[in-house]
């Protein structure tokens, strides 16, 4: 197989077409100190059997969970994900990435993203949802700027200081060069956000809130949903556990203008950390607002029922400038498996499974605390929780590692330097009592 499709008179006529006589000529404009001089190292071929082996090999420097019996989730999460669902996912008729902008060849996928939309709206408590976003950080930036360019008497907009740490500074790398502040809520002795620090603010275009938080913790939507309505700002929450909410209150049961959340919960494996799936949904007002793509249903021309993109206010569809989002695209294929997975486990289903997670993650905290830790707050939370460990923790974690494959849990002094000893801790349905009882016994 030819990588270079050109030949010698292709070459030497486009030289002559540009003035140069030589490709070198074409690098006349790199200082020659900049240029390689040697021969670029690069190993020999390897035979299809011998490079297998070579990438096993790196493959194993890498701790896969499967492996281990991790305790940490911190934005994602490991869930059971039925077979059913990777098998479907690897159709030829669904295994795309793509947008499916052809509708009458892209019927099935189209009336899966349609159903998926269904199924997210009403997990949600929400009027509309998007196609999906990259991830939960994005879709929540996407949500920030809704607010910001509704509002034209402020630039500013309020964030939780316990909104997923990594969410928060993507937020801010979308709003800073447009002259946009995000001001940062504090957090209470409780672990949940300081409401009352948000009266001294002043105007704001929205607010910001996660629930379940960054440390499991679930949060007081109603109160905050009053305080943004009586600043006339947009009511934004987010979460990274969708599990949650098949146990919790909604969102949109307390009023959220806008939801933007992380899907990688519903059926996606974790990855080594991606791709995720950002959730996206509002209310009917701010349909026309709402970045990305929306799958509708309608009638063809022998009156029977079709789905198509009803609405894309992107800059590929409209003009850039009038585009609420020049930067969005969608996750099509996650945003099929989440569609489902949800369809597969159903609305009992979740709900059973979200009650398993929570109720694990209390028998963990409950034998960590007679293990001699501490609790980092007495709030109610789902499936994560922050403890105090006692002193020569972080030498039993690590030995853990090694000899037990086991993680015990995340260290938050990196993401909040006030919390020196406090870890967060996570149980989902994959941990077994037999796991938790061994972590509560090596940690003795």
């Known amino acids: 197989m030819r990588y270079l499709p050109h030949t010698k008179e292709d070459i030497e006529s486009m030289l002559k077409v540009t003035g140069n006589s030589s490709l070198d000529d074409l690098f006349d404009c790199i200082p020659d100190d900049l240029r390689t001089k040697e ?8 035979s299809e059997w011998e490079l297998n082996t070579h990438m096993e090999a790196l493959a194993s420097a890498n701790i896969a969970c499967k492996n281990y019996k991790c305790f940490i989730g911190a934005g994602s ?10 098998y479907l996912i690897s159709r030829s008729e669904f295994m795309t990435a793509y947008t499916p902008y052809q509708p009458e060849i892209s019927q099935g996928t189209l009336q899966g993203i349609y159903e998926f939309q269904t199924m997210v709206t009403r997990l949600l408590g929400m009027d509309i949802a998007t196609a999906s976003h990259y991830d939960c950080g994005t879709a929540l930036a996407e949500s920030a700027l809704i607010a910001l360019k509704k509002n034209k008497k402020t630039k500013k907009i309020a964030v939780s200081s316990l909104v997923h740490p990594s969410h928060r500074q993507i937020v801010h790398t979308y709003l800073a060069p447009a002259g946009y502040e995000m001001v940062e809520i504090p957090y209470t002795k409780e672990g949940l956000t300081d409401i009352d620090a948000i009266e001294a603010m002043g105007d704001l275009a929205g607010i910001a809130v996660q629930s379940p938080n960054f440390f ?9 949903k009053a305080i943004a309505d009586a600043k006339k700002g947009l009511f934004i929450v987010s979460f990274t556990e969708a599990m949650a909410y098949g146990l919790l209150k909604s969102p949109g049961s307390f009023g959220a203008d806008l939801v933007a959340g992380e899907g990688q ?10 791709p995720g799936l950002g959730l996206l949904a509002g209310t009917k007002k701010q349909m026309r607002n709402l970045p990305g793509r929306f799958v509708g249903k309608t009638k063809d021309a022998n009156g029977k ?10 800059e590929q569809h ?4 009038k585009a609420s989002s020049n930067i969005c695209s969608n996750n099509g294929l996650n945003a099929m498996t989440a569609g489902i997975y949800l369809a597969t486990v159903g609305k009992i289903g979740i709900r059973e499974i979200a009650q398993q997670n929570h109720d694990k993650a209390q028998y963990m ?10 609790p980092g707050f007495n709030t109610p939370f789902f499936n994560e929780f922050v403890l105090k460990v006692p002193k020569g923790f972080e030498q039993k974690r690590s030995a853990m590692i090694q000899d037990s494959c086991i993680f015990a849990g995340l260290n938050l002094e990196p993401f909040y330097p006030e919390l020196k000893q406090h870890y967060l801790f996570c149980a989902t349905e994959t941990i077994s009592k037999n796991d938790i009882d061994q972590l509560a016994k090596e940690v003795q």
């Open 216 to 224: 499991g913790n679930i949060e007081d939507l109603s109160a905050f």
């Open 365 to 374: 905290k409950n034998s960590l605390l007679k293990s001699g830790f501490e």
């Open 39 to 46: 021969k670029i190292d690069i190993p020999e071929s390897l």
């Open 305 to 314: 029922d079709g789905f198509v993109l009803t609405l894309a206010t992107r």
């Open 77 to 86: 999460y490991d869930h059971y994900i039925p077979a059913i669902v990777p």
């Open 265 to 274: 919960s519903l059926g996606i494996p974790k990855s080594f950390g991606g």
């Open 318 to 321: 409209i003009r850039r400038e």
